[in-house]
């Protein structure tokens, strides 16, 4: 089963293209503090870190990581820091609080990058087009459901993949074990009539 990164959105798995490219992957730490950090930095409901939970490197700033012997380590307290949360997942900035921040505020030159609608489309459009975008909103699909009930039924349903599979494999070694038999029968009539010989 390849490495998967936990980080809402990430698709970095564990492989020889990551590898080149200098991305590692770590463990959530065993401290439960710590590990209690790293989950709430991930902001995912419902999320359950296990003992294969990794986070990829490309999430920790430089500084984070101990890079002085032969393997990448993380240093003692570090936590991710760098994501890439949709709008519905990011922290509402607190508003400026002194007319002087306000207007330094007014002032900046607007982030060509950021997603504001055009002056003619009404704003109830716009909150429409960002519902949508919380409905839209890619996430790993084996992460945990959120309640005990789907997480059962979830695993009913492997359970009785995993019993119909073996049921399928019984039976086709059943039907391997009936053409052996019925091709040695055959084999020792063909014997008996002298119509094939030994080396046949």
Same mark, same amino acid.
Request: aromatic share 6%; hydrophobic share 30%; proline share 8%.
């Given at each position: 089963?390849?490495?998967?990164?936990?980080?809402?959105?990430?698709?970095?798995?564990?492989?020889?293209?990551?590898?080149?490219?200098?991305?590692?992957?770590?463990?959530?730490?065993?401290?439960?503090?710590?590990?209690?950090?790293?989950?709430?930095?991930?902001?995912?409901?419902?999320?359950?870190?296990n003992?294969?939970?990794?986070?990829?490197?490309?999430?920790?700033?430089?500084?984070?990581?101990?890079?002085?012997?032969?393997?990448?380590?993380?240093?003692?307290?570090?936590?991710?820091?760098?994501?890439?949360?949709?709008?519905?997942?990011?922290? #509402?900035?607190? /508003?400026?609080?002194?007319? !002087?921040?306000?207007? &330094?505020?007014?002032?900046?030159?607007?982030?060509? %990058? *950021?997603?504001?609608?055009?002056?003619d489309?009404?704003?109830?459009?716009?909150?429409?087009?960002?519902?949508?975008?919380k409905?839209?909103?890619?996430?790993?699909?084996?992460?945990? #459901?959120?309640? /005990?009930?789907?997480?059962? !039924?979830?695993?009913? &349903?492997?359970?009785?993949?995993?019993?119909?599979? %073996? *049921?399928?494999?019984?039976?086709?070694?059943?039907?391997?074990?009936?053409?052996?038999?019925?091709?040695?029968?055959?084999?020792?009539?063909?014997?008996?009539?002298?119509?094939?010989?030994?080396?046949?």
């Open positions: 089963m390849p490495d998967f990164c936990a980080a809402y959105g990430c698709t970095n798995t564990r492989s020889l293209q990551t590898r080149t490219r200098g991305i590692t992957f770590h463990k959530f730490p065993k401290c439960s503090e710590r590990r209690r950090q790293w989950k709430r930095a991930l902001r995912r409901d419902g999320f359950v870190a003992d294969r939970s990794l986070l990829c490197s490309e999430h920790f700033r430089n500084e984070d990581f101990d890079r002085t012997g032969q393997t990448v380590r993380l240093k003692a307290g570090a936590v991710p820091t760098i994501f890439n949360f949709p709008v519905h997942l990011q922290r #509402p900035v607190a /508003p400026r609080s002194t007319t !002087a921040s306000r207007r &330094a505020g007014e002032n900046l030159p607007m982030d060509p %990058q *950021q997603d504001q609608p055009p002056p489309i009404p704003q109830a459009a716009t909150g429409e087009r960002q519902r949508s975008r409905r839209k909103a890619p996430d790993h699909q084996y992460a945990f #459901p959120s309640s /005990p009930k789907a997480l059962k !039924a979830k695993l009913d &349903a492997a359970m009785a993949t995993v019993r119909k599979l %073996q *049921q399928e494999k019984s039976n086709a070694l059943a039907r391997v074990r009936r053409a052996k038999k019925n091709m040695k029968a055959l084999l020792e009539e063909l014997k008996a009539k002298n119509l094939i010989n030994e080396e046949l």
